[in-house]
């Protein structure tokens, strides 16, 4: 089945129909609202097809990935969701029906980060679709931050990534996106990571470290381990 509800155009099956009647549709349009807005970006994406996705075979065939349990939801190509329907979610994945609303928000971000033409930093991409998801964050680290790249490990990207760009909020508060979207846009495919820690400084006055201690995310004791 199809059912188009503004600029979201969703492929389920009938025993989903329910949910989707019930959805909060105009609440996702504000948080689609707010993100375009965070992204300073003009115009808006072409529509965005949510297709729930209903097996682990199935999440193969549409993403490409090998499905693990902590997985819900990718982008696909040009505006498309892939996520787990809300009749499969939790017998499928250990996420909750309740986080799908969140998880819709986080890959929002990821569509306009892509449309925006940046060069894909995971830890910024996965740090600010976080930061849509839940603009909170109480991690900390012990750790100096080793990348500003990331793609290495999804743990450091999500995690030192949401505090990374809550610190950036929290300090700068409404210039924080602005000096974030002018500091992405910067950022070409040849620098290495010197340069982008350079880059970094030079937007933000402060290094990465400083601003997630001035938010309180730096643990007490020891930085040279990479836990977080």
Same mark, same amino acid.
């Given at each position: 089945?199809?059912?188009q509800k503004?600029?979201?155009l ?17 609440k996702?349009?504000?948080?689609y609202?707010?993100?375009?807005a ?10 965005v ?7 682990p ?9 090998k499905f693990?349990?902590w ?16 009749s499969?979610?939790?017998?499928y ?5 309740e986080s799908?609303?969140?998880t ?6 990821? #569509? &306009?980060?892509?449309h925006?033409?940046?060069?894909n930093l995971? /830890? ?5 679709? !976080?930061?849509? @998801? ?22 450091y ?5 949401h ?10 508060r ?20 010197n340069?982008?820690?350079? #880059? &970094?400084k ?8 400083? /601003? ?5 995310? !730096?643990?007490? @004791?020891?930085?040279n381990?990479?836990?977080?």
């Open positions: 089945m199809i059912t503004g600029r979201f969703i492929r389920h099956e009938e025993m989903d129909s329910d949910y989707l009647e019930r959805f909060d549709f105009e996702l349009e504000e948080k609202q707010e993100i375009k965070f992204y300073l970006f003009e115009g808006d994406l072409p529509i097809r949510v297709y729930f996705i209903y097996s075979e199935e999440f193969l065939f549409l993403t490409g990935r693990e349990s997985m819900s939801a990718t982008v696909g190509d040009h505006s498309t969701i892939n996520i787990f329907a809300p499969m979610i939790e017998k994945t250990t996420h909750k029906k799908i609303f969140r819709i928000a986080h890959e929002l971000s990821h #569509l &306009f980060y892509g925006s033409k940046f060069v995971p /830890l910024f991409n996965e740090g600010i679709a !976080e930061y849509h @998801g839940d603009n909170h964050c109480d991690n900390k680290i012990n750790f100096k931050l080793p990348t500003l790249i990331g793609g290495k490990d999804q743990k990207d999500y995690g030192v990534g505090l990374l760009v809550c610190s950036i909020m929290e300090y700068f409404e210039q924080g996106n602005i000096k974030l979207i002018q500091f992405l846009k910067q950022i070409t495919k040849d620098m290495k990571e340069d982008i820690f350079e #880059l &970094f030079q937007n933000f006055g402060k290094d990465p470290d400083s /601003l997630i201690k001035l938010k309180g995310g !730096e643990k007490n @004791g020891t930085r381990c990479c836990n977080c």
